[in-house]
């Protein structure tokens, strides 16, 4: 399995963005993690294109936009504008998914669904082909540092299934990020789910030394 690390910058420090995103990817990253809240969608507020449009100059690592933001179609629009490589919204957030998917896509993002906990996978029934990432949220969008719902698990591991049922079948890739309360001692079990990509937050700016945490994650991913 092809393993990636995607730090959220949502818990760095933002005095120093581009400095931050330079050292976690020096430290193996291999994602941007930038996550996007509007107060009316998830109660908090967040950053917006022209914070990506700044960071974009500063790494050649992919940029992957979470708009926890409703409406979804003018801001997708935004961020592919402002240097975003993937693209995720909550389909509940958007009337036309199909639509907004098509709309990512044009833009030449990858475009991706997340779910939150209580969200039905059967968003996914007659998309999956639009889809280059499914996110499962394994804590309420809003705020960083909050513990991962144990219950997610179950849900990676359908969202597993689906993809290898839909690869098996077209040989087309799909990612399976999970986001919140991802950290060293948790990340070997929410892998064996089924997940490929990983958010981290709190667990790797939260620490001194980034490098340290991101080799301790990838020696679980090895066990
Ligand atoms: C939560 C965000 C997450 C958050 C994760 O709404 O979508 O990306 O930054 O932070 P941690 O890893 O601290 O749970
Ligand atoms: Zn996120």
New binding site residues.
């Given amino acids: 399995m092809n393993y990636r690390i995607a730090p959220?910058i949502?818990?760095a420090d933002f005095a120093r963005l581009g400095e931050e995103i330079r050292d976690v990817v020096a430290a193996g990253a291999d994602i941007i993690?930038f996550?996007v809240?509007d107060n009316h969608y998830?109660p908090n507020l967040t950053i917006g294109p022209m914070v990506c449009e700044a960071i974009r100059p500063h790494t050649s690592a992919p940029i992957d936009v979470?708009l926890?933001v409703k409406p979804v179609d003018a801001l997708a629009a935004m961020f592919a504008k402002a240097g975003a490589d993937i693209i995720t919204f909550h389909p509940e957030a958007s009337e036309h998914v199909d639509r907004t998917l098509e709309l990512i896509r044009d833009a030449g993002c990858k475009a991706g669904l997340v779910f939150n906990p209580a969200t039905s996978l059967s968003y996914l029934d007659h998309v999956m082909d639009k889809i280059d990432m499914i996110l499962i949220?394994s804590?309420n969008?809003?705020?960083?540092?909050?513990s991962f719902i144990p219950e997610a698990l179950n849900k990676i591991r359908a969202a597993r299934e689906r993809i290898d049922a839909y690869t098996a079948r077209t040989g087309r890739e799909i990612w399976l990020e999970v986001?919140?309360?991802?950290k060293v001692d948790n990340i070997r079990e929410v892998a064996a789910a089924g997940a490929d990509t990983f958010?981290?937050?709190?667990?790797i700016y939260g620490k001194p030394d980034y490098k340290a945490v991101i080799d301790a994650m990838r020696a679980e991913l090895a066990k």
């Fill in positions: 959220s949502l818990s993690h996550d809240m998830v979470h926890m949220m804590v969008p809003g705020f960083g540092g909050q986001d919140g309360g991802v958010v981290a937050g709190s667990a």
